[in-house]
């Protein structure tokens, strides 16, 4: 009876000595998991504040790009000629085609070049970068004399303005079928001079 007795001692004891230990390593994981989730937390803090200042960054290099193209302009459909001075390409057709008195002698550029690789069989386009903004202006609105020609005349904006253009022209042109005023205004769209935000 005694031994019996004992070995229910030793299995209340051994029983006990388990729980605690198991209410340790629950107490240990309970104390683990808090700290998971606590660096999870800063985890998710660190990446929000990390996309929130590359989104800054993305859009202040945007926004310097398109600075630095303010007084471009890019004049499409010019035949592309072996050895040619875009320069005074670009001069010759601002008075011929465009109609403005004396642009040769008048207009001045800081610079004028072809944009991308060589094709042949076509004519790149050419970026003129104007001395005075003024020129550039009334270059762009002369364009309209160009209207029935295969020339054309466009402003410059970085790759992604363009792609967002490129998203909103089917809907301007869609606008204006309706008999809405629409324009776009650098990669914004106004439709009756309210700024276009999308489908909700």
Known sequence: MDKKINDLERKVLDIERSREFDSQT???ISKQQKGLDTYMKK???FEKEHKEMEN???AEIIDLKSRSMRDNLLFHKLPEEKDENC???IKHFIQDKLKIDNAIDTIRLQRAHRVGPFKAGK???IVAKFTEFHDREKVRRAAKELKGSNFGISEQFPKEIVEQRRKLIPIMLQARKDGKEAYLKV????INN???RGST
């Open 26 to 28: 629950f107490s240990e």
């Open 43 to 45: 985890m998710e803090k």
């Open 56 to 58: 800054a960054l993305k």
């Open 87 to 89: 320069e005074e390409k």
């Open 123 to 125: 004519s790149r386009p």
């Open 187 to 190: 990669d914004k769209l106004y």
């Open 194 to 196: 309210q700024l276009y």
